[in-house]
Nanobody, 128 residues
Framework: QVLVTESGGGLVQAGGSLRLSCTAS????????VGWFRQAPGKEREFVSA????????SVADSVKGRFAISRDNAKNTVSLQMSDLKPEDTAVYYC?????????????????????WGPGTQVTVSS
């Protein structure tokens, strides 16, 4: 069983930055493509960003492009989401999700159903 865990959420003022981290156990980390999704109250879970198991490709949603960056370090079993210039509308629970050997293409918005393993989520709150 693959266990996924997020960390790094918190409260930040608009214009500030946060770095979320995701790790997974139960399977060789370098075989897992990882995605970040977020869900605000009363809204559907939406795609934020994803990175291929090899780190060779990634995709970022238009709503966060230029502000959020995804990266991974397979030696440390970690995927990071660097969030900058945060806005109140970025407030949500952020979820890390993983899927084995999934291809990731730039410019593609992925759906939650495309990722098999999920973390419990971490709250990000951006105050105005």
């Amino acid at each position: 069983q693959v266990l996924v865990t997020e960390s790094g959420g918190g409260l930040v003022q608009a214009g500030g930055s946060l770095r979320l981290s995701c790790t997974a156990s139960g399977r060789t980390f370098s075989t897992l493509s990882v995605g970040w999704f977020r869900q605000a109250p009363g809204k559907e879970r939406e795609f934020v960003s994803a990175i291929k198991w090899s780190g060779g490709s990634s995709s970022v949603a238009d709503s966060v492009k230029g502000r959020f960056a995804i990266s991974r370090d397979n030696a440390k079993n970690t995927v990071s989401l660097q969030m900058s210039d945060l806005k109140p509308e970025d407030t949500a629970v952020y979820y890390c999700a993983a899927d084995a050997w999934r291809g990731i293409s730039s410019g593609t918005n992925y759906t939650p159903s495309q990722f098999h393993y999920w973390g419990p989520g971490t709250q990000v709150t951006v105050s105005s």
